[in-house]
């Protein structure tokens, strides 16, 4: 399968075997009230203003060891000031953080979760290392 203009098509139909180990089931593919698709991997970007796909434009995060480690990546991305970063967590919607502190010693923020560029950057909630990457 491939996606064209934003529809999954068979690039090959002669492949395709229908059988008991083979099944498609329908599911629900309308779009949020943003008209994004999210179940296409689409969401909704403040920052970029457009429906986007995080892991094609965004600053990918991998987990990391530790409580309330999450398996799949995340990706930030940042507003063309960097006053603000938008984070993608998996399985949930995007979080706007806000920039906070002097330069030098700077960090975004919301909540109870911060990002800090630190070789690269790291996701922290609390004391607590979720994510890090470049």
């Known amino acids: 399968m491939e996606e064209k203009e934003g529809t999954m098509i068979f690039t090959n139909r002669k492949t395709i075997s229908f059988d008991s180990k083979n099944t498609l089931n329908a599911i629900d593919c ?3 009230k943003e008209g994004c698709a999210g179940l296409m991997g689409y969401f909704w970007s403040e920052i970029e203003e457009e429906c986007l796909k995080a892991r094609e434009r965004g600053v990918r995060l991998n987990p990391v060891n530790g409580p309330g ?5 995340a990706f930030i991305i940042f507003s063309e000031d960097q006053s603000k970063v938008e984070l993608f967590l998996p399985g949930k919607k995007p979080v706007l953080m806000e920039r906070k502190g002097e330069e030098g010693s ?4 919301n909540d109870d979760l911060r990002l800090y ?3 690269g950057y ?5 004391d607590d290392l979720l994510y890090a990457g470049s």
């Open 69 to 73: 480690v999450i398996e799949k990546a």
């Open 117 to 119: 560029p630190w070789k």
């Open 106 to 109: 700077h960090y975004w923020e």
């Open 30 to 32: 309308s779009l949020d």
């Open 122 to 126: 790291i996701l922290k909630r609390g």
